[in-house]
């Protein structure tokens, strides 16, 4: 329970507590992140829901985090890790310690609201098929606009690139409450990412081998492929700074986006549409590295070739180390029957065709 004192409660509130306001548990990764948790937490313990725990999972910092939080806030619970073990790693090691119906998945930068969470949990309690959800994510510094990391919910085009309801490329959309219907998506944000306890463990959890960047979406595919629902609730609003660990731009997130991109592909696809979507996906990051050379950046030009060669040494050295392909067996699903798939390329379509916005794509949503 959130708590703040020590309030006694009987049976039949706790019951009552479990059938209408089902339990979570926040947990916000953190590593070096002594100004976030300072301007942030308190934001999170305003949080108006009743059957509510906060936990900051500490990736070894070397900065104060960990005195910073025992000092000003003692009723919230530290988990220490080992070492700087990303975020997937991260999250996979917390969240073994962390007893609830719901996770919440909360980075460090994000200024919640004080409703952001009963909206959510209210939605996916009320459909069971729904294995995950993101509320609705706006600019911290720009209030109006929606954010890189998440919108309004995440697309897929049918080659691997992900794009956003309200966010394409680098394109973001001012927020006039085009996305406020909540809507099946193909993926949800790592920023806010709300997700049933029990499918995290069944679905084996994030990939380890990702570290960073593109596990979130790795993991809502294979929740699709389970049979549940990822979803948007936009009545469910956060606002998100970004780039509080890799800054948008950074060569080593560039790297990571191609890599795990691939490798994330590979896993979830196979047969005919695995070799053709990878053979085609090869063609156009050739015309993306192209691209670079062209626009006066050679060093990008690397960053894919690096990325490919790291593909290729996960497919033929680390393949079984991927910490969930072994985990349990998980049916393959055409990306055709999957929610928030577009059937067109969406590089094409933005940076040929001019369409910059998602509402611009005409898209029929399910």
Known sequence: MKTIGNPIFDKST???????????????????????LEKFLPFVIATDYPNLKIYVADNASDDDSAAFIKREYPHINIIQNSGNLGFAGGYNEALKKVEAAYYVLLNSDVEVTKDWILPIIRLMHNNPVIGACQPKILSCQDRNQFEYAGAAGGWMDHWGYSFCRGR??????????????????????GAAFFIKAALYHQAGGLDEYFFAHMEEIDLCWRLQRMGYQVWCCPQSVVYHVGGGSLAQGS????????????????????GIERVTKLAIRFMLDGFAAFRSIVKGYPSELKIILKAHGAYYRWLFQNKKRSSTLNKRYIPIVKMKNLS????????????????????SLKIKEK
């Open 168 to 189: 394409i490329f680098d394109t973001t959309e001012a927020d006039t409450g085009q996305y406020d219907n909540a809507a099946k998506i193909f993926w949800a944000s």
């Open 251 to 270: 060569p080593y997130k560039m790297f990571l986006n191609f890599r795990n991109n691939l490798i994330m592909m590979h896993k979830n696809l196979s």
């Open 340 to 359: 928030g798939t577009y059937f067109h390329t969406i590089a094409w379509k933005y940076f040929a065709k001019g369409k910059q916005t998602f509402s």
């Open 14 to 36: 706790i019951k009552f507590m479990a059938d209408f306001f089902p339990s979570v548990a926040v947990v916000i990764l953190n590593w070096n992140g002594r100004s976030f």
